[in-house]
């Protein structure tokens, strides 16, 4: 859908340009943005380097071991039917330690590790299982106490406060995770 919308967008804009006399404007804020796209995206490379490093040393370390142990209650709560598969457990808590650091970027190949393991342990390859699905909302929702990626965006483009950001991620992660889980108990009752 998204590959006839965004043509149909760009095909509408220079035609508007075009018939508005605004096609050098438009061609300066061409560049400008582009120029505009590569600075955020090497500014934002740092933090990323940084966090994917940091995780990668914490999973060699006791580190995620710790928060790993400190999670598995809620795990064994969110995730039954892997209360004895310790090596998808520990794959499920880094990847929601990268969302509670706000780490996307991490979280997502975490992510895509845990849902691949939690595949092979599928009995019914062609349907999700209940663990996968709860992963999916979990992640969907995103709870994060540290929004490091909205903060290093935000501090790239000359935000005066870039951390002001925190409180409402809390409180829109919070209902974004009560709506979900909520829209899922319906949506299996209703399945």
Do not use: H
Not at 25 to 47: P, R, Y
Not at 76 to 101: G, H, R, T, V, Y
């Amino acid at each position: 859908m998204l590959n006839i919308v965004w043509p149909i967008f760009i095909i509408i804009s220079f035609s508007y340009a075009i018939f508005s006399g605004n096609l050098d404007a438009l061609n300066s804020s061409i560049f400008q943005s582009t120029e505009d796209a590569i600075k955020l995206t090497l500014s934002l490379l740092g933090t990323i380097c940084l966090w994917n490093g940091v995780m990668q040393i914490a999973s060699k370390t006791t580190v995620i071991d710790i928060l790993s142990k400190f999670l598995k209650p809620i795990i064994k709560f969110l995730f039954p039917d892997l209360k004895n598969n310790n090596k998808i457990q520990k794959e499920i808590s880094m990847n929601m330690i990268a969302n509670l650091l706000g780490l996307g970027n991490a979280a997502t190949p975490l992510g895509l590790k845990a849902m691949k393991s939690m595949q092979r342990e599928n009995k019914d390859k062609d349907k999700l299982s209940d663990s996968m699905m709860m992963f999916i909302v979990i992640n969907t929702a995103s709870i994060q106490i540290i929004p490091t990626t909205v903060i290093a965006i935000r501090n790239s483009l000359g935000s005066s406060n870039p951390t002001s950001i925190v409180f409402p991620v809390w409180i829109a992660t919070i209902c974004a995770a009560t709506a979900r889980n909520y829209s899922n108990k319906n949506f299996n009752k209703i399945y």
